[in-house]
């Protein structure tokens, strides 16, 4: 029972240790990621793509004598523009072109807040820019520069009726876009084109009601050159709950199953050395990993939303591999190391279970806690 209390108590000072730990080094990787080239180049994608789209889409609002505009005209300009932005910065940036979807991801921690924060303000300088460049080159008197596209809400709704369908809209294109960035999903074809699709019918939808913003940066850029601020909090609102709760819903219910880890056995020989010893309390022969790698018999503890657990990588007699138990591919394990009792003469203790560090399972998805880029693989 001595034995069974030493290795709870030291469980718990590792865990603790390694949250400790945790919360430092988040801090250090928002600062080395400042220092990145990666980092700077997905920021001005960002600015980029969100500059293409907007003009794009605001340009398909702007009337020129002997030419007419419709609705399903508007629509496609949305969708194409859309997925031509996803194609071409997707796999730079992610392509999220949208605070809202952007402000989802940081609050699921697929991204670190400072780039959060430089990407939304990226997209809203880049959608201004957009905008303020359509304004240049529309002559007056002869385009539609009195609105540049901005996005009113229809006399006919109110202002909580129309956050409610920007709402639903955002809701359907952040899901698409978190689906089709799952590498678990089976390829159907092209992610950007889906990604666009899904902004076209949703543009359909919802054209004569709102303006079918479904993005804030949207409708800043011609709200903010055109002066035309009215009902603009429905613009923000509404997309940023809608993507909040897609990645959210999509995030703790619809996210496949990690991938199954594999156990000591099956890791690479170069890796380990393993040797056999006969336990004096037990006649059964168990693992015991060389000093060189420090490598023993692991348990994994994963951080899910109820708090961390543990689980056996293997049991000490190898009988069984284990088999995946998280709730999502999004959130990579986290290993800590085993206690300095149990390796300082490199001898098992009875009835204890070892720790070691193993490498992070980042593989598994392109969306990586706090440190990298949230990337579609477009």
């Known amino acids: 029972m001595a034995t069974v209390s030493l290795e709870a108590f030291l469980v718990h000072l590792v865990h603790k240790a390694e949250q400790t730990?945790?919360?430092?080094?988040?801090?250090?990787?928002?600062?080395?990621e400042l220092r990145t080239l990666e980092f700077w180049r997905a920021i001005i994608a960002e600015c980029l793509a969100t500059f293409i789209y907007v003009f794009l889409v605001c340009g398909s609002h702007v009337m020129w004598p002997m030419y007419s505009i419709n609705t399903l005209t508007k629509s496609f300009a949305n969708g194409l523009a859309m997925a031509t932005a996803a194609q071409c910065f997707g796999h730079i940036s992610g392509a999220h072109v949208n605070p809202a979807f952007t402000?989802?991801?940081?609050?699921?921690?697929?991204?670190?807040?400072?780039?959060?924060?430089?990407y939304i303000t990226a997209q809203c300088g880049g959608a201004i820019a957009g905008a303020a460049l359509l304004y240049g080159v529309t002559v007056p008197g002869i385009g539609f520069r009195e609105n540049m596209g901005c996005t009113l809400v229809s006399d006919s709704l109110s202002s909580w009726q129309g956050m409610g369908l920007e709402l639903v809209l955002t809701f359907v294109v952040s899901f698409t876009m978190c689906s089709?960035?799952?590498?678990?999903?089976?390829?159907?074809?092209?992610?950007?084109?889906?990604?666009?699709?899904?902004y076209l019918v949703c543009t359909l939808i919802a054209l004569p009601a709102t303006g079918a913003s479904m993005n804030p940066a949207r409708s800043l850029g011609p709200a903010f050159v055109s002066n035309t601020w009215t009902n603009h909090w429905i613009y923000w609102a509404g997309p940023v709950i809608g993507g909040l709760l897609a990645a959210l819903i999509y995030e703790y219910i619809f996210d496949s199953p990690k991938k199954v880890f594999p156990t000591v056995k099956d890791r690479d020989d170069s890796e380990k050395d393993v040797s056999e010893?006969?336990?004096?309390?037990?006649?059964?022969?168990?693992?015991?990993?060389?000093?060189?790698?420090?490598?023993?018999?692991?348990?994994?503890?994963?951080?899910?939303?109820?708090?961390?657990?543990y689980r056996p990588l293997t049991p000490h007699d190898g009988s069984s591999t284990m088999r995946p138990h998280s709730r999502s591919t999004y959130t990579s394990a986290k290993y800590i190391a085993s206690p300095s009792s149990s390796m300082g003469n490199h001898q098992p203790m009875p009835n204890t279970t070892y720790y070691s560090t193993l490498p992070r399972g980042s593989s598994y998805r392109s969306w990586n806690d706090y440190g990298s880029s949230t990337q579609f693989k477009f």
């Open 21 to 32: 730990r945790n919360e430092l080094n988040r801090k250090k990787t928002m600062i080395a």
């Open 103 to 118: 402000f989802a991801m940081l609050v699921i921690q697929r991204v670190t807040p400072l780039r959060a924060f430089l």
């Open 180 to 198: 089709t960035a799952d590498p678990n999903r089976k390829s159907l074809g092209s992610d950007s084109l889906a990604v666009g699709l899904a």
């Open 277 to 309: 010893i006969k336990d004096d309390s037990d006649s059964k022969t168990s693992s015991v990993i060389s000093p060189r790698t420090q490598l023993a018999q692991t348990q994994v503890q994963t951080t899910v939303a109820g708090g961390p657990y």
